[in-house]
């Protein structure tokens, strides 16, 4: 049942991340479109900043857990870095905590503003006034998410403590 679980939550980070990942494209399409009209045209926007910033922060807030699954966060390696992999995973179990107390207070908080904001219909208050609440609702999906790849962690970081080895390797494609 545990190697079910993580299998289930690396598949679900990694082809997540896959898709989102895609919304660099019309980030980019967007950037080019209003600096072609801005600069060759005189004709700048009014929409394509916020929703170029919008594409942004929808790939920042799920990228998250993808990027737990790689092992690609910081890690004070001055000390993580000269250790075993029983002594990492003894670190990583010890500190683990303040992850789940962080993300658990960032999931709750955001779900109460996303269950406002789509309860309100909320919308920016730029002159043309798109609606903010599907932007708002990629922050508590993103946390769960890393929630999941967080358990996913402590429980190979624990086996890896017991067992001295990893027992529980990921079976997805992490470049």
């Given amino acids: 049942m545990i190697e079910a679980y993580l299998r289930f939550t690396d598949w679900l980070n990694a082809r997540f991340a896959w898709i989102v990942a895609f919304l660099i494209v019309p980030m980019l399409l967007i ?17 394509a900043f916020e929703i170029s910033l919008f594409c942004y922060g929808g790939y920042i807030a799920l990228g998250g857990a993808y990027t737990l699954l790689a092992g690609a966060h910081v890690n004070v390696d001055i000390v993580w870095g000269r250790l075993s992999p029983r002594g990492r995973a003894i670190l990583d179990v010890l500190t683990s905590g303040f992850s789940f107390l962080f993300i658990g207070v960032l999931f709750w908080v955001s779900l109460q503003l996303t269950i406002n904001s789509w309860a309100i219909g909320e919308t920016t208050m730029s002159h043309w006034k798109p609606i903010y609440y599907p932007l708002r609702t990629t922050l508590p999906v993103g946390c769960l998410l890393f929630l999941m790849q967080l358990l996913a962690k402590l429980i190979r970081d624990v086996a890896i403590v017991i067992e001295g080895e990893e027992v529980f390797p990921v079976r997805v494609h992490v470049p």
Wanted: proline share 6%; no cysteine.
């Fill in 31 to 47: 950037m080019i479109w209003e600096i072609v009209m801005r600069y060759f045209f005189n004709s700048p926007s009014q929409w």
